[in-house]
């Protein structure tokens, strides 16, 4: 069985830019989360799709932004970057049922902000 | 909010030593979560804890739950070159909107030397 895929691995942007990063999550996982790791902050959520309708969002601002599709393969949107974006990103993904709690991740992308 | 403070941040031993990490927090929790994370790549799934007292073990690693719920241990037996990484422990937060999220600790630094 395939793992979670993200992609681009890598990205490169300037400020002000706009970025889409992908997530294709195991077969038959329907929740996907999100989350940002720095240095700093360490690992923080971002939010979580399950049937394409986003169920919980964490503390970021509405720059960050995202969906997910009817395969449950999710995309997150980050307009108007900041130097402060430079970050992994990662998607896991979990069944999504009641009280599992399960989450498997990508290898994440790393995004740079020039 | 929900935090998780794990310790030590760092540790430096000889290959063959065994190695204690731990997890607490002021919250209850009702599963904890042990995770691996090598260079340039996303979290591992280690060991998954699911009961107060529960001792879980996977090959040279063992973990535990604690009794209060408020903590967790991993320990390494006969560390090897490839237990190099940071050890993460990540629990779900309670409470209904929380789906999806886990809450990660800062992380253990693991360096072995030959």
């Known amino acids: 069985k395939a793992g979670v895929t993200q992609t681009p ?23 996907v989360s ?23 969002k964490g503390n970021f601002p509405g720059r960050f932004s995202g969906r997910q599709f009817s395969n ?7 307009s108007t970057l900041e130097l402060g ?21 990508g290898a994440g992308t790393r995004l740079s902000v020039l | 909010g929900q935090q ?16 204690s990490m731990n997890c607490t927090s002021s919250s209850i929790f009702n599963t904890w979560l042990w995770y691996k994370q090598d260079p340039g790549e996303g979290p591992v799934l280690l060991i998954a804890l699911y009961k107060a007292g ?28 490839s237990d190099v990484g940071i050890y993460f422990c990540a629990a779900p937060p309670a409470g209904s909107g929380n ?9 253990t630094t693991l360096q072995v030397k030959p």
Not at chain 1, 9 to 31: A, E
Not at chain 1, 73 to 78: P, T
Not at chain 2, 9 to 19: H, K, L, P, T, Y
Not at chain 2, 99 to 107: M, P, S, V, Y
Request: overall charge neutral; some cysteine; hydrophobic content about 30%.
């Open chain 2, 54 to 81: 529960e001792l879980t073990s996977n090959g040279r690693l063992t973990a535990q739950f604690g009794t209060t719920r408020k903590d967790s241990f991993l320990n390494i037996s006969a560390s090897i070159p």
């Open chain 1, 85 to 105: 974006d430079s970050a992994l990103y990662l998607c896991a993904s979990s069944l999504g049922s009641s009280g599992e709690n399960i989450q498997y991740f």
């Open chain 2, 99 to 107: 789906t999806g999220k886990l809450i990660f600790g800062q992380g």
């Open chain 1, 34 to 56: 999100w989350y940002q790791q720095t240095p700093g902050q360490g690992l923080q959520f971002l939010f979580e799709y399950f049937s394409e309708t986003q169920r919980n």
């Open chain 1, 9 to 31: 691995r890598y990205l490169i942007k300037t400020r002000g830019q706009q970025v889409t990063l992908s997530c294709s999550p195991i077969s038959g996982h329907r929740s």
């Open chain 1, 72 to 78: 449950s393969r999710s995309e997150m949107n980050v």
């Open chain 2, 4 to 19: 998780l403070n794990q310790s030590p941040q760092s540790m430096f031993i000889q290959e063959g030593e065994d190695v």
